[in-house]
Nanobody, 132 residues
C-alpha cells in the first residue's frame, strides 16, 4: 500500500511562511489524487478534518479552497515523489495539524471528514502553530 509522510510543520509568526512536504512511498505521486487537509489541534480525533488543497492525478491541475485561497500553493515534484504545500501570509486561524492523503478517486471540493476516515491513504499529521 502507498504510504505518506507529512513534514515541515513548526512554529511561525503571523505573516510568515512555511512549506510542508508530503513524501509518498509504495507508489508514485502521479498515480494518486493528493490532498492536503487540516484539523484543529485541540480537536484531533474528534474534529473536522477539511481539505485545503488538492492536486489531480489526471492532469496535474491544482485546487486551493477558502479560507486559504490566494495564500497557499500546492505543487508536486515527480522526481522526489513529493507533494508540497507552500503557506504564505499565515494567520492564527491557520494553526492546525496538517495531513496529506492520497486516493485513486478525486477529492470532492471542500470535503471535510469527521471521525474515522475510510477514504484514501493517510499519513501522520504535522503541527503548524501560528503565533500572533
Amino acid at each position: 500500500d502507498v504510504q505518506l509522510q507529512a513534514s515541515g510543520g513548526g512554529l511561525v509568526q503571523a505573516g510568515g511562511s512555511l512549506r510542508l512536504s508530503c513524501a509518498v512511498s509504495g507508489g508514485t505521486v502521479d498515480a494518486y489524487n493528493v490532498g492536503w487537509f487540516r484539523q484543529a489541534p485541540e480537536k484531533e480525533g474528534e474534529g473536522l478534518r477539511c481539505i485545503v488543497g488538492s492536486i489531480s492525478r489526471a492532469d496535474g491541475s491544482t485546487k486551493i479552497y477558502d479560507p486559504v485561497k490566494g495564500r497557499f500553493i500546492i505543487s508536486k515534484d515527480n522526481g522526489k515523489n513529493t507533494v508540497s504545500l507552500e503557506m504564505n501570509n499565515l494567520i492564527s486561524e491557520d494553526t492546525a495539524v496538517y495531513y496529506c492523503a492520497a486516493d485513486l478517486e478525486p477529492w470532492k471540493d471542500e470535503v471535510c471528514f469527521f471521525g474515522r476516515i475510510t477514504s484514501g491513504y493517510w499519513g501522520h499529521g504535522t503541527l503548524v502553530t501560528v503565533s500572533s
